[in-house]
């Protein structure tokens, strides 16, 4: 059996394929490019007009005073001697109960605000939404410089009106100042020495040394009687005749 045979028999058993390729098909196929499956027409309304448009709910409209009562009406003619369905369709024709609307069970409903606005909104009251026209036109950008241009006038007015300039000192100058001003204080109210702790005991013992025998430094100056005369009346003469001797 040839191998062209084989491919014109139909026959999926016979039919060979190639190795690393798929066996040809035995059918007749559509052309290449050919869509399979069942083509649905485009929908009407899609995505945008589902999340953009907003259908209100419609209620049934409730029975008027029109409205026959068809329970009352059935009851009335069961107690009239009607038995079947054509009976009772020449006693609706004579007879016609009204609905009477049922009163409201239990406590009257309660009025709330949208009954009274239509347009009252519930909820907890969101911040405003950002002004992006200011933000892109650097509207607070030209405030600020107008706060801080009218700041700088007003210190320039000040200052035109004399006004006394404080100056904030450092605390190494505050530290310096309160120093100076000790001194200054110890300079013109003078306190006179405090004499040196000493028990009581101590305070009439008097000093086992004895300077009598001691002569004057052998570095001290040698001062004659004329220079001596020439001293100050201040200078105790006999301590400076005792040095020099």
């Not at 899609?46 to 409209?61: D, Q």
């Not at 009163?103 to 907890?124: E, Q, R």
């Not at 100056?221 to 201040?234: F, I, K, W």
Request: charged share 30%; hydrophobic share 35%.
């Amino acid at each position: 059996m040839s191998e062209a045979y084989r491919n014109r028999s139909g026959n999926a058993v016979l039919v060979k394929d190639d190795v690393g390729r798929a066996k040809p098909t035995i059918y007749s196929l559509p052309p290449e490019g050919f869509a399979y499956g069942k083509s649905e027409p485009a929908d009407a309304e899609g995505a945008r007009e589902v999340t953009m448009h907003w259908a209100a709910h419609v209620p049934r409209p409730k029975p008027g005073t029109d409205c026959q009562d068809f329970r009352k009406l059935n009851r009335t003619a069961a107690k009239s001697g009607v038995r079947n369905a054509k009976d009772l369709v020449e006693f609706r024709k004579y007879n016609d109960i009204k609905l009477v609307p049922a009163g409201p069970a239990g406590c009257l409903p309660k009025v709330i605000p949208s009954d009274v606005i239509p347009s009252f909104s519930y909820g907890t009251k969101s911040r405003p939404s950002t002004p992006i026209a200011h933000v892109v036109g650097n509207q607070y950008a030209t405030e600020s410089e107008e706060a801080l241009d009218l700041q700088y006038r007003m210190l320039e007015e000040r200052q035109a009106l004399n006004e006394k300039t404080r100056i904030k000192l450092t605390k190494a100058a505050r530290t310096r100042i309160v120093n100076a001003r000790g001194r200054m204080d110890a300079l013109r109210n003078p306190q006179d020495e405090k004499e040196p702790f000493k028990l009581t005991k101590f305070k009439k013992i008097g000093s086992k040394i004895s300077f009598s025998g001691m002569r004057g430094s052998a570095s001290a100056p040698s001062l004659g009687r004329a220079t001596l005369e020439r001293l100050p009346p201040e200078v105790d003469l006999a301590a400076c005749a005792m040095d020099t001797q």
